[in-house]
């Protein structure tokens, strides 16, 4: 069974760091690219970063280029995110998704929380 | 950037009856390749999105036979037959054509009247 579960959520107050992890199984993780999808009730689902299948591309939403960073390990089949500089506007659930070859973003890991406050 | 618009934003509907949401891009998402890299998403409430519609008109596996995908250029449709009580959720549509960004629709809540 295909299965992604993030890690890492929690408080942080404003200006502070943290990294989201995804776990991934059931799939040949390596031969992904893999995506950081945040939602909030205000703006729903935004895309917020992608990495290729071996690491070596990468692209993220203007509204965190600089401050975040994207990676992964596949040896250990996990997706990062790290997250700098952070503000109450990223406070959000983030979601790890698989990107399948050809058809675009399909399964989702159950999210994690994100919450900037002072 | 590709921006999705989707209507109606809040769609009451009888159960058995057919329910329709529209998807319109700001630019056309017909891909040079001859695909058209849109997707359909429901979410039930608590849960996180899963996927019933690719490139389109595609469902997904498992994905009841009652849904499909229709459209071309910058206008798409995502239909429900006949509305069944697991239907409950928000819809959102979302392409690939152009990246990035990849972009979302601002979901349409289906709920039974």
């Known amino acids: 069974e295909v299965q992604l579960v993030e890690s890492g959520g929690g408080l942080v107050h404003p200006g502070g760091s943290l990294r989201l992890s995804c776990a991934a199984s059931?799939?040949?993780?390596?031969?992904?690219?893999m995506h950081w999808v945040r939602q909030t009730p205000e703006k729903g689902l935004v895309w917020v970063s992608h990495?290729?299948?071996?690491?070596?591309?990468?692209s993220y939403a203007d509204s965190v280029k600089g401050r975040f960073t994207i990676s992964r390990d596949n040896a250990r089949n996990t997706l990062y995110l790290q997250m700098n500089s952070l503000g109450a506007e990223d406070t959000a659930v983030y979601y790890c998704?698989?990107?399948?070859?050809?058809?675009?973003?399909?399964?989702w890991g159950q999210g994690t929380t994100v919450t900037v406050s002072s | 950037d590709i921006v999705l618009t989707q209507s109606p934003l809040s769609l009451p509907v009888t159960l058995g009856q057919p329910a329709s949401i529209s998807c319109r891009s700001s630019?056309?998402?017909?891909?040079?390749?001859?695909?058209?890299?849109l997707n359909w998403f429901q979410q039930r409430p608590g849960q996180s999105p899963r996927r019933l519609i690719y490139?389109?008109?595609n469902r997904d596996s498992g994905v009841p036979d009652r849904f499909s995908g229709s459209g071309s250029g910058t206008d798409f449709t995502l239909t429900i037959s006949r509305v069944e009580a697991e239907d409950v959720g928000v819809y959102y549509c979302?392409?690939?054509?152009?990246?990035?960004?990849?972009?979302f629709g601002q979901g349409t809540k289906v709920e039974i009247k």
């Open positions: 979302m392409q690939g054509s152009q990246w990035p960004p990849w972009t």
């Open positions: 059931g799939f040949t993780f390596s031969t992904y690219w």
């Open positions: 490139k389109l008109s």
């Open positions: 630019q056309s998402l017909a891909h040079s390749d001859g695909n058209t890299y």
């Open positions: 990495i290729s299948s071996d690491g070596s591309g990468t």
């Open positions: 998704a698989r990107d399948y070859p050809g058809d675009g973003i399909d399964v």
